[in-house]
């Protein structure tokens, strides 16, 4: 059952609010869009948010992407134990993100459904009270870097154990 706006949780409404989860699901489409020369796979949308919107798995990511994403996950197992639950959870603050951005225009589907980016920069504020928002948009550069070198998608959910 999908609530208005007014019927939300005001919590939920803004920690999952579609300006706010689009532009951090586009920063990692743009950033791997940056580094392959491609469009962003649509299905690894679906993995954004269960991995930057959880504060542990966000703050034991490393600091650069020379340590390989599989090799983090697997030295980070017990974050993931439940990550396609926690997914299967987030798909409709993804659906309403990716719904956002289109109507935005700050992203189009080409043929195939891949995710072309707005070129806009990503704008970090420079305020104590915007230091959580800075580091949730710095990991979601370093996530579109990590995925950019492992576009294959089913390789990917598998590795998550996600199933359709």
């Not at 409404?13 to 469009?39: D, Q, S, W």
């Not at 650069?64 to 603050?93: A, C, H, I, P, Q």
Request: hydrophobic share 45%; charged share 25%.
């Amino acid at each position: 059952m999908n609530l208005t706006w007014d019927d939300r949780n005001t919590i939920v409404a803004n920690l999952f609010n579609p300006a706010f989860c689009g532009e951090v699901i586009r920063v990692v489409a743009k950033e791997y869009n940056k580094h392959t020369n491609t469009v962003f796979p649509y299905e690894f949308a679906f993995l954004i948010l269960p991995i930057l919107l959880h504060q542990e798995t966000r703050v034991r990511m490393p600091r650069s992407v020379r340590t390989y994403f599989f090799v983090w996950v697997e030295d980070n197992d017990d974050l993931f134990y439940d990550f396609s639950k926690r997914t299967k959870g987030m798909v409709k603050y993804t659906k309403e993100a990716l719904l956002f951005l289109l109507l935005y225009k700050k992203i189009v589907l080409d043929e195939n459904g891949g995710i072309v980016t707005s070129q806009e920069r990503v704008i970090k504020i420079d305020n104590v009270d915007h230091l959580e928002l800075n580091h949730i948009l710095q990991k979601a550069q370093m996530l579109g870097k990590w995925l950019s070198a492992s576009s294959d998608v089913k390789s990917i959910y598998s590795f998550f154990r996600i199933t359709p």
